[in-house]
């Protein structure tokens, strides 16, 4: 149940390019159901929270060397590299998930809490690739995901977490079908 762009849709500029959201909502999509069908039983209020970051630590000194390299989506935030450095949003929309339907919400709610916090890079739409940051309320670390536009479609390459989980992501993921 891939999350449909219409809950970020208001809030992406001409420089955002919409592909590359639909391939970023489809990946997180499934990784967010994989850990949610693993989780708790419905005792946990589950959450994910999309935005955009516009200042990345020192976006052309600091690389992820995965296939091929990106620029290393750590934001200033307590910026350190695996060490967390969150991406400070320039705006962000907050969905929750009840087992079935996502819907979009002002705030976060529920005493127990599992959310994922997911920072795309702003003006995709003028880059061939994207690193994408994505932290787990639950973990200590976050997950990076790379995306490259080849030949017109956006796919996701790379995933930080690859030797611990495998390659779980789809080589190219084709929303035309």
């Known amino acids: 149940m891939t999350i449909p762009i219409k809950f970020v849709a208001d809030r992406l500029t001409a420089q955002d390019d919409p592909k590359l959201w639909e391939v970023v ?48 989506p750590i934001g200033y935030m307590g910026a350190r590299w695996f060490g967390c450095g969150l991406p400070e949003f320039d705006w962000s929309v907050i969905l929750a998930f009840d087992g079935e339907h996502w819907k979009r919400v002002d705030k976060f709610s529920g005493k127990k809490q599992r959310v994922l916090r997911v920072a795309v890079p702003t003006r995709s739409a003028r880059h061939k690739q994207a690193a994408i940051h994505a932290t787990w309320s639950t973990s200590h670390g976050h997950t990076a995901y790379g995306f490259r536009n080849i030949d017109g479609a956006w796919a996701c390459v790379a995933a930080s977490d690859e030797d611990k989980n495998g390659h779980i992501l789809r080589e190219k993921i084709n929303l035309a079908q």
């Open 25 to 72: 909502l489809a990946v997180l999509s499934e990784e967010f159901l994989d850990r949610y069908r693993k989780g708790d039983g419905g005792k946990e209020v589950w959450h994910l929270q999309f935005g955009v970051c516009s200042h990345w630590l020192r976006p052309h000194q600091t690389r992820w060397t995965k296939a091929g390299g990106f620029a290393a």
